[in-house]
């Protein structure tokens, strides 16, 4: 059975792993948790470890491995972004577990669910994100903020009409009346919030993510009823993959995307075909994710609802 990750095979990589110190670590990482390498990172600082990169079975990146040596032991190491000990000297250290034994740090990460079920991996990974988009969206209609500044006379004025059947005066009245106007305003917008997250978000659409690597991860997912006021989870529909290239269908779409944004003075991209940008393309009908720092695990991400392809 193949450690690298499919779509992904090469010589190269594939000599760096056989003939790596990391091996054994790979192998029971891939047999525990089906991960699988994308990439090796090659050091050339003391400090600085070289690493191989694994991703689950959906591609998203989980983790980083590698050895290092304590006089005459050689200790294993996993650092992953998504968990954390309460302890250590730093960022990086309380990322990180490490031990002279495999079987120890095997049973560490066991013990502490380190490494997140791919079932459970878009919730983990990248709810925030993928909610940002529907914040994206909903921005884009403008706000449905109602706010007045009556003053305490037209206050009162209201009340007397409403209590005492008094007639308000003509100030009050045209008070009222462009307040009402702005607030029935303000409920159409929020209408078409509402239609087009439940139109786009709520079915099927894809999300098409791009990491520091120029690699792709792919699949599609809908949005699950909604608790209270509390963001929205996700079930996957179409299970997500990790490639080099966009898929055919989704080649149209994309391009057009992009060539949106060069148009908008956008000269980033990832992948070669995500945006370095943020907002909700009417005319395309495509949501746009950019995070403040992407990096092997973190991506930008574009979305496109399904039923339009």
């Known amino acids: 059975m193949s450690l690298i990750y499919e779509g992904f095979e090469n010589e190269v990589l594939e000599n760096a792993i056989n003939n790596s110190s990391e091996k054994r670590l790979i192998q029971e990482l891939n047999f525990k948790y089906g991960l699988k390498v994308v990439d090796r990172t090659v050091s050339t600082n003391t400090y600085q470890p070289s690493t191989f990169l694994l991703a689950d079975p959906s591609g998203f990146m989980v983790g980083r491995v590698w050895t290092d040596k304590e006089g005459e032991d050689l200790i294993y190491n996993y650092r992953t972004p998504y968990y954390r000990k309460d302890r250590g000297s730093d960022s990086a250290d309380r990322e990180t577990i490490h031990s002279k034994k495999l079987s120890t740090l095997m049973a560490t990460l066991k013990r502490n669910n380190v490494i997140p079920p791919s079932s459970g991996i878009v919730n983990k990974v990248c709810k925030d994100v993928f909610n940002n988009g529907i914040n994206q969206m909903e921005s884009s209609f403008g706000s449905s903020y109602k706010q007045a500044n009556f003053n305490a006379e037209i206050l009162q004025d209201m009340m007397r009409a409403i209590v005492l ?19 029935t305003d303000k409920d159409r917008i929020h209408t078409e919030k509402l239609e087009n997250v439940r139109r786009f978000f709520g079915n099927e659409f894809y999300a098409i993510g791009a990491d520091k690597l120029n690699h792709l991860v792919i699949g599609s997912v809908k949005t699950m009823p909604r608790q209270g006021t509390s963001d929205y989870s996700f ?17 149209a779409i994309t391009l057009m995307n992009k060539v949106h944004a060069e148009g908008n003075n956008v000269t980033k991209f990832y992948s070669n075909i995500v945006p370095a940008i943020s907002g909700y393309i009417p005319d395309l009908d495509v949501v746009n994710v950019s995070i403040r720092h992407v990096d092997e695990f973190n991506c930008h991400w574009t979305f496109v609802p399904c039923s339009g392809l």
């Open 165 to 183: 059947g008094e007639s308000p005066n003509e100030n009050t009245l045209t008070q009222c009346k462009e307040t009402l106007d702005k607030w």
């Open 235 to 251: 079930e996957v529909v179409k299970p997500f993959k990790r490639v080099k290239e966009v898929p055919e269908e989704l080649k």
